[in-house]
T-cell receptor, first 114, second 115 residues
Framework: QQQVKQSPQSLIVQKGGISSINCAYENTAFDYFPWYQQFPGKGPALLIAIRPDVSEKKEGRFTISFNKSAKQFSLHIMDSQPGDSATYFCAAECGRNRDDKIIFGKGTRLHILP | EAGVAQSPRYKIIEKRQSVAFWCNPISGHATLYWYQQILGQGPKLLIQFQNNGVVDDSQLPKDRFSAERLKGVDSTLKIQPAKLEDSAVYLC?????????????FGPGTRLTVL
């Protein structure tokens, strides 16, 4: 099974700082890259997603940067707030009739210091 | 809009016992997924339904796991017999269609502990 490698495993950031989480993938058939936020006791919730035909996507304080040649993508949280403290998962998807249709990274536990 | 509903929220069983989980997706959502999330890891896709047909079950351990979505609405996932390594949170998710542009909505999950 192809993997999506996510780093770091955990991250502590001061309030107001930038939180950055990185993911790398192997399968070039992946064509959709979402990020999910998960709070304890809840299911993951879609935060932002990007397709490989763009290098950056921004929604509010959340930005995805995408490097197709390096097969890497990152989530950046600007002006991080204590309410952003959660576990973040990157994922990669590809279409039907391909292997590894939906693969999640192992997650990053983010803690924002007040 | 009501979210994805799952029950039970928690289940504790002995190994070799059977267990079943239930999921009711968001109304009108054609695609339904079951994931297994082991503590400290990301969700792992077990099975994907499009309406009442199976799209992908390549990672479902078919010797002990089974799932159905008979009327294309709610779904059940069964484990028989359970093993210790099945301890995990089982997440159900749904999508309006099979298109990746549609948001995948997750339920709160069922936490299974196998003793």
């Amino acid at each position: 099974q192809q993997q999506v490698k996510q780093s770091p495993q955990s991250l502590i950031v001061q309030k107001g700082g930038i939180s950055s989480i990185n993911c790398a993938y192997e399968n070039t058939a992946f064509d959709y890259f979402p990020w999910y936020q998960q709070f304890p006791g809840k299911g993951p919730a879609l935060l932002i997603a990007i397709r490989p035909d763009v290098s950056e996507k921004k929604e509010g304080r959340f930005t995805i940067s995408f490097n197709k040649s390096a097969k890497q993508f990152s989530l950046h949280i600007m002006d991080s707030q204590p309410g952003d403290s959660a576990t973040y998962f990157c994922a990669a998807e590809c279409g039907r009739n391909r292997d590894d249709k939906i693969i999640f990274g192992k997650g990053t536990r983010l803690h924002i210091l007040p | 809009e009501a979210g994805v509903a799952q029950s039970p929220r928690y289940k504790i069983i002995e190994k070799r016992q059977s267990v079943a989980f239930w999921c009711n997706p968001i109304s009108g959502h054609a695609t339904l997924y079951w994931y297994q999330q082991i503590l400290g890891q990301g969700p792992k896709l077990l099975i994907q339904f499009q309406n009442n047909g199976v799209v992908d079950d390549s990672q479902l351990p078919k010797d002990r796991f089974s799932a159905e979505r008979l009327k294309g609405v709610d779904s059940t996932l069964k484990i028989q017999p359970a093993k210790l390594e099945d301890s995990a949170v089982y997440l159900c998710a749904s999508r309006q269609s099979g298109l990746r542009a549609d948001t995948q909505y997750f339920g709160p999950g069922t936490r299974l502990t196998v003793l």
